[in-house]
């Protein structure tokens, strides 16, 4: 079974940092690319960054560009995420996602429970 | 404000067909595939619609999915109370390299 797991949401103050985990398992982790989608509370699916399996293409929502670093450990089946500099408007729960397909004909077929983290003084 | 317009709100009553709209650009849903996500109230998104009108394993054929030019639409007949949930199109935006999502449509079974 197909299982994402995340890890490591909180509370920070604004300007703080926070590194989230997605543990996946089911799956050759290294063979897919791998996003990160979040939802502030009451509002929409946002997404964020991907990674691709190899790790040598990399993405972000200009949201999160130059404060947020997504990066991978294929032999610990593991993706993270670095958030610094932390805003109100980055609370969010934030899911990590499994991509299938090729970029204009892709879609997130597995998705993970999702971590909370709150941006708050 | 999303990329993508869905409209904010839907509803229908048990058995009937209800259609939710996604509207975008020739840099996203013109030129590229548009998936649907169902969310039920506190649990994490699924995927029941991708590459515009296919359906994973598990989701039942009461889910269609259809895209013309810039816009794109979901369909559900025969509606039942589980169907209650958040609608969310998405699709790959080439000119903001990244997926982009709608605002979502919350529907309501009556």
């Known amino acids: 079974e197909v299982q994402l797991v995340e890890s490591g949401g909180g509370l920070v103050q604004p300007g703080g940092s926070l590194r989230l985990s997605c543990a996946g398992t089911?799956?050759?982790?290294?063979?897919?690319?791998i996003n990160w989608v979040r939802q502030a509370p009451g509002k929409g699916l946002e997404w964020v960054s991907c990674?691709?399996?190899?790790?040598?293409?990399?993405y972000y929502a200009d949201s999160v560009k130059g404060r947020f670093t997504i990066s991978r450990d294929n032999a610990k089946n593991s993706l993270s995420l670095q958030m610094n500099s932390l805003r109100d408007e980055d609370t969010a729960v934030y899911y990590c996602?499994?991509?299938?397909?090729?970029?204009?004909?892709?879609?997130?077929?597995?998705w993970g429970q999702g971590t909370v983290v709150t941006v708050s003084s | 404000q999303s990329v993508l317009t869905q409209p904010p709100s839907a509803s229908g009553t048990p058995g009937q067909r209800v259609t939710i709209s996604c509207s975008g650009s020739?840099?996203?849903?013109?030129?590229?595939?548009v998936n649907w996500y169902q969310q039920p109230p506190g649990t994490a998104p699924r995927l029941l619609i991708y590459?515009?009108?296919q359906r994973p394993s598990g989701v039942p054929d009461r889910f269609s999915g259809s895209k013309s030019g810039t816009s794109a639409s979901l369909a559900i007949s025969g509606l039942l109370s589980e169907d209650e949930a958040d609608y969310y199109c998405?699709?790959?935006?080439?000119?903001?390299?990244?997926?982009?999502f709608g605002g979502g449509t919350k529907l309501t079974v009556l």
């Open positions: 996602a499994r991509v299938r397909g090729l970029l204009t004909d892709s879609w997130f077929d597995a």
């Open positions: 089911g799956f050759t982790f290294s063979a897919y690319t």
């Open positions: 990674i691709s399996g190899s790790t040598n293409v990399i």
């Open positions: 020739s840099s996203n849903i013109g030129s590229c595939a």
């Open positions: 590459t515009n009108n």
């Open positions: 998405a699709a790959w935006d080439d000119s903001l390299n990244g997926w982009v």
